[in-house]
């Protein structure tokens, strides 16, 4: 594989990564799906599913990032909301 191909690639891959963790967080704001269930889900998938050949590693890495990347942006959407409400309630009470 050349550097060409090499880049085409990781481009494709990274745009489907970005693709599925926009998905899937839009679901959880939404509230269409469990979103920490399905990160354990996957979580467990990754540490549990038997992949053949060489990228098994890979593989799990890529899922176990996926699911921190998915739970970092949970996190910090809980934090986001959780400041609002506390402002809210101090300009309630001035």
């Known amino acids: 594989m050349n550097n060409a ?3 085409e690639l990781a481009g494709r891959i990274q745009g489907m990564g970005d693709f599925l963790l926009g998905l899937t967080a ?3 704001i939404q509230q269409l ?3 920490e269930r399905f990160a354990k889900n996957i979580s467990y998938f990754a540490e549990n599913r038997c992949f053949d050949g060489e990228h098994l590693e890979a593989t ?3 899922l176990n990032e996926l699911v921190r990347f998915l739970t ?3 996190q910090r959407r809980q934090q986001v909301q959780q400041t609002q409400r506390y402002a ?3 300009r ?3």
Do not use: Q, V
């Open 5 to 7: 191909d090499f880049n």
């Open 60 to 62: 799990k890495r890529t």
């Open 26 to 28: 839009e679901l959880e």
């Open 88 to 90: 809210r309630r101090r």
């Open 72 to 74: 970092e942006a949970r």
């Open 33 to 35: 799906i469990d979103g």
């Open 92 to 94: 309630y009470h001035s």
